[in-house]
Structure formats: structure tokens, C-alpha cells
Nanobody, 125 residues
Framework: QVRLVESGGGLAQAGGSLRLSCAAS????????MGWFRQAPGKEREFVAA???????????YYADSVKGRFTISRDNAKNTVYLQMNSLKPEDTAVYYC???????????????WGQGTQVTVSS
């Protein structure tokens, strides 16, 4: 069982930055792939970024095209925390952001087993 708690959301101006954090419980955090998703009103939950690790390839990161080059996912296994650094924010980044954990990395929300409660990010123009 993994419990996830997001923090760091808020209001930012277009072009600004925010950093989201997701603190995880459980001693097996390092074995999970971690993802960030977002959901805007009236829209489906969409993939933003993910991080995985295995003994063959080491660290791997994955990004949606819409955030590539602007957002960076990272994790600190010693702190059981995953981060999403968001730079050059745009009004279309406005959404509730969720972190999620899965045994294997995926791009769809159905690939993930555990979810946080979400944190609101609002970007003004």
C-alpha cells in the first residue's frame, strides 16, 4: 500500500514557475514508477510526466509533448518524495495535478494503482 500526498500548488503568472512535491508512505517507494497527471474542468485526466528506474537502464523520465522542455520530474528515494518542477507556465497548464504510483511506468491513468488527492495549479495570463 502506498499513500501519496501532494503539495506546492497555487497561483502563478504566465511565464512563472512552481514546484510540486508528492510525499509517499511505505518502505517500497523506490520500487514504484511515479507519475504526474493533471485534470482540467470538463477534460479527461492526462499524463504529464513519469519517472522509473530499473537495473538495466537506470533512471528514465517521460514527458507529454505539451510540457517537454518546460517541466522536470525528479525523485528523492531517501525522502520518499517525487517532484515536478514547472517552468515557463502557460494558462493552459491550469488544472488539478495528481501524483500516482505504479509497478510499471505507463502513460494512461489506468496504468497507476495509487493516487494522491491532487493539488490545484492556476496560471493567470
Amino acid at each position: 500500500q502506498v499513500r501519496l500526498v501532494e503539495s506546492g500548488g497555487g497561483l502563478a503568472q504566465a511565464g512563472g514557475s512552481l514546484r510540486l512535491s508528492c510525499a509517499a508512505s511505505g518502505r517500497t517507494f523506490s520500487t514504484y514508477a511515479m507519475g504526474w497527471f493533471r485534470q482540467a474542468p470538463g477534460k479527461e485526466r492526462e499524463f504529464v510526466a513519469a519517472h522509473s528506474w530499473n537495473t538495466w537502464t537506470g533512471d528514465s523520465t517521460y514527458y507529454a509533448d505539451s510540457v517537454k522542455g518546460r517541466f522536470t520530474i525528479s525523485r528523492d528515494n531517501a525522502k520518499n518524495t517525487v517532484y515536478l518542477q514547472m517552468n515557463s507556465l502557460k494558462p493552459e497548464d491550469t488544472a488539478v495535478y495528481y501524483c500516482a504510483a505504479a509497478r510499471r511506468v505507463g502513460y494512461h491513468h489506468r496504468d497507476y494503482d495509487y493516487w494522491g488527492q491532487g493539488t490545484q495549479v492556476t496560471v493567470s495570463s
